[in-house]
């Protein structure tokens, strides 16, 4: 029987207007440019000063539905992956199903942090390739400003908000889509980066807030560490396992916390610079939509082409990591 296999059939992002530079965190904790951009690669982020997480998912599926000439109603199934859901229930896929009025769509939200969106992905994927459904959307969005300490320079340096949409069909040609990805967790790293208060473990009280303990905490130095090389080997795997190298790869798509790990990432794949989406020098560190971000992005401006091979790689809280390698099947937007 042959193997049916799930491509991305349109893309849509959306990220708010404000833009919070670095010179204005100068302003706000004691941090400079230079250490910023030096060691992160971020110079700006985003801000959003009103709504919510379902807000910044809705405008990205507002222009991936315009982008397919589909409306709503044809969505099957909606996978909004998030840290930051509107609230904890019901699930943003919910809401973001009522504001679009995708009236025959079901939802859930996913959370695996920055790996977030790759889990969907592949999520997502395994009900086009069993036959049960024909259109499904994968959202990965954030509004990191929620759960940012902005006293705290170890971490608001690092986030911004955003988001972006993929849909997934099946491939009229098997060898298109996404072909394979290995996904990892590592409970063990829970304590290196999360929000302890809210939850059921600790209950907000005046005390989790007084502690600010409803912010988001990472041990920096220690996710360095294990991201460097979780994002780096997971990469290398997927290319050894489908025998590419460096060259059969048009594009790796990191997920972006540090323009270090991506480099790492990248030397390790044998890969160009050149051939590698980095946005987070406009974006920080978005979460769940770093990598739709980008796709969505590239192919807006015609530089994803149908045939090349992409490789996602994430990693993030949890731990949290994997790759996916995808042959890109969406053509060019038409140029007016
Ligand atoms: O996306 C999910 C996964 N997350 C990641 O992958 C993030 C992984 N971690 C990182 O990207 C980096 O560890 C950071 C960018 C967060 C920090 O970079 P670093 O090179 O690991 O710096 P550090 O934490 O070791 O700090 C070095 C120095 C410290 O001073 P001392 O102790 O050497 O005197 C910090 O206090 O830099 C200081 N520092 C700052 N200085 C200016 C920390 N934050 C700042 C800041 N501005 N914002």
Redesign the pocket.
């Known amino acids: 029987m042959k193997k049916r296999t799930a491509t991305i059939t349109a893309v849509g992002h959306y990220t708010p207007e404000k833009i919070l530079t670095n010179a204005d965190l100068e302003k706000m904790?004691?941090?400079?440019d230079e250490?910023?951009r030096s060691?992160?690669g971020i110079s700006e982020r985003r801000i959003m000063e009103k709504g919510a997480t379902s807000d910044i998912c809705v405008k990205a599926i507002e222009m991936l539905l315009a982008n397919r000439k589909i409306e709503a109603t044809e969505i099957d199934l909606i996978i909004v992956a998030t840290v930051t859901p509107d609230m904890f229930f019901p699930a943003t896929a919910c809401i973001v199903q009522d504001k679009i009025g995708a009236r025959n769509a079901w939802g859930f939200d996913l959370s695996a942090?920055?790996s977030g969106f790759v889990y969907a992905l592949v999520t997502g994927a395994q009900f086009i390739e069993s036959g049960a459904y024909k259109k499904v959307l994968v959202v990965g969005a954030d509004k990191m400003s929620s759960i940012v300490d902005y006293t705290d320079?170890?971490t608001c340096?690092?986030f911004g908000d955003g988001g972006a949409a993929v849909l997934l069909e099946p491939s009229e040609d098997e060898l298109y889509g996404i072909l394979d990805h290995k996904l990892y967790s590592d409970g063990s790293g829970g304590g290196y980066?999360y929000m302890k208060g809210g939850g059921s473990l600790n209950p907000p009280t005046h005390a989790t807030v007084d502690n600010r303990m409803h912010y988001l905490y990472?041990d920096?130095?220690a996710?360095?560490k294990v991201?460097v090389v979780g994002m780096a080997e997971v990469s290398a795997e997927i290319m050894e396992r489908n025998k590419l190298k460096g060259e059969d790869i048009s594009w790796l798509v990191p997920?972006q916390?540090?323009l270090r790990?991506i480099d790492a990432t990248a030397d390790r794949m044998g890969l160009d610079h050149s051939k590698v989406m980095v946005n987070i020098d406009k974006y920080g560190?978005t979460t769940a939509a770093t990598i739709p971000l980008c796709l969505s992005e590239w192919w807006q401006c015609g530089k994803l082409k149908r045939g090349q091979n992409i490789v996602m790689a994430s990693?993030?809280?949890g731990y949290t990591w994997g790759a996916a390698l995808m042959k890109w099947s969406l053509v060019n937007p038409e140029k007016p």
Do not use: S
């Open positions: 904790v004691d941090t400079n250490w910023i060691r992160t942090a920055c320079r170890n340096i690092l980066l990472q920096g130095k996710v360095f991201a997920h916390a540090n790990i560190n990693f993030g809280a």
